[in-house]
């Protein structure tokens, strides 16, 4: 069995197992963890394409997070648009707006644009907090309807796990369909230097707009999944430690690749959990673990595992088939 049946046979087992979780697992604790790990790896999936596939640093992810949430919250009570078309159209605002914010912003690069972007979350935050009834103000927003497909309503945590999972399969085969496209490689040419990707005609600009009009969309749905997750919704939830911990998981797993954001996720939901009882210090344990990966896996986790499996390849003898065929070729 060559190497890409293997994946796909794994991928499979995989998803069954996902598929079993709820069945096997009862606790409505956990399942609830569960069910946040797969709404941040779909947010985390968006982050990455701005900042592991086109170099952009930004911290306003908690932004769009916050957008998608009160739209879908707003429109699925006020309008009584099924929760799914608000789901969407959260999804959508957050990546409209995300274009307008980055058209005058791309511009910038590191730190400055790292600026913006805070700037820009915190302005989504205050807004909500400042909303008056439209928003809640600090108080927020109870009651949010749960969503409803087909006369079924997944009103426990259990039956939400699996629409989070069918989010998480769909967002990611798409993430993988744009990388892998020509304009996931003009993403990579522009990361990778922009100068010469201008130099051979690409338009730097617009590839960065898009960047971040495709991550406000995974925010924003992100969002969405969220509010109608947890019932309610307020601005404390949107803050810009909510950003960090984004970028913490996406440095962590690794940036640039598919399992990174998977991986990052997982492991600083998990931490979080554990930590809890350490209140505002666990922000000094996520900077310690972006500085100890800064400095000792650059790649985060799955890079440092691709390029140990890659050194490993390279100095493992060959089989006796593939010396045979190797043969036959030469």
Known sequence: ????NRTRLFMVAFIAALCAFPMVVTNSYILLIATLIGIYIIVNSGLDIVYGYSGQITLGQAGFYAIGAYTSALLS????LPVILCMICG???ASFLGMLIAIPSVKLVHHFLAMVTIGFGEIVRLLALNGGELTGAADGIPFIPKLSLFGFTFDTTGRYFYVVLGAVIIMLI???????????????S?????DAAAAFGLNVRRLKVTAFTV???YGGLGGALYAHLVGFISPETFTLQQSVLFLTMVLLGGSGNLWGPIIGSVLISIMFEVLQPLGQAQMAIYGA???????????????????????????????????LDTKGRS
């Open 1 to 4: 069995m060559d190497t890409k």
């Open 190 to 194: 522009v990361r990778d230097n922009a």
């Open 289 to 323: 673990i972006i500085m100890g990966v800064m400095l000792f896996m650059p790649r985060g986790i799955w890079g440092a595992v691709s390029t140990q499996a890659a050194r490993v390849g390279r100095r493992a003898p060959m089989t006796e088939a593939e010396a």
């Open 91 to 93: 999804g959508l605002l």
């Open 77 to 80: 009570m006020h309008t009584g």
């Open 174 to 188: 798409l993430k993988q369909n744009l990388v892998r496209s020509r304009i996931g490689r003009a993403f990579r």
């Open 215 to 217: 991550e406000g969309f």
